[in-house]
């Protein structure tokens, strides 16, 4: 079983930038799946991003296309969400999520940080 922490959130101007991390522990991590998810207050969790074991599927909400940036460093264990440009609706507390059955979401959830985007 995996264990997820993420790290990286905080709060940050109108159209400046962040990067969040993600380590995992625990399990194999190459044969995982890798995603991001938000959610806002009052609004359920939504997708954001994903990569697969190989790095090499990436597919992005559409309302983070362009300016989001998904990765994974399978020898550290590591998956990134590179954020620019970034909005007040970009708000929410970001989860980190590991699955072996993708794209269902079942394996393991980090704890989630804060990102807050202020106008």
């Known amino acids: 079983q995996v264990q997820l922490v993420e790290s990286g959130g905080g709060l940050v101007q109108a159209g400046g930038s962040l990067r969040l991390s993600c380590a995992a522990s625990g399990g194999v991590f190459t044969t995982y799946a890798m995603g991001w998810f938000r959610q806002a207050p009052g609004k359920e969790r939504e997708f954001v991003a994903a990569?697969?074991?190989?790095?090499?599927?990436?597919p992005y909400a559409d309302s983070v296309q362009g300016r989001y940036t998904i990765s994974r460093d399978n020898a550290k264990k590591t998956v990134y969400l590179q954020m620019n440009s970034l909005t007040p609706e970009d708000t929410a507390v970001y989860y980190c999520a590991a699955t072996r059955d993708y794209p269902q979401w079942r394996d393991s959830w980090g704890q989630g940080t804060q990102v807050t985007v202020s106008s």
């Open positions: 990569v697969r074991g190989n790095g090499r599927g990436t």
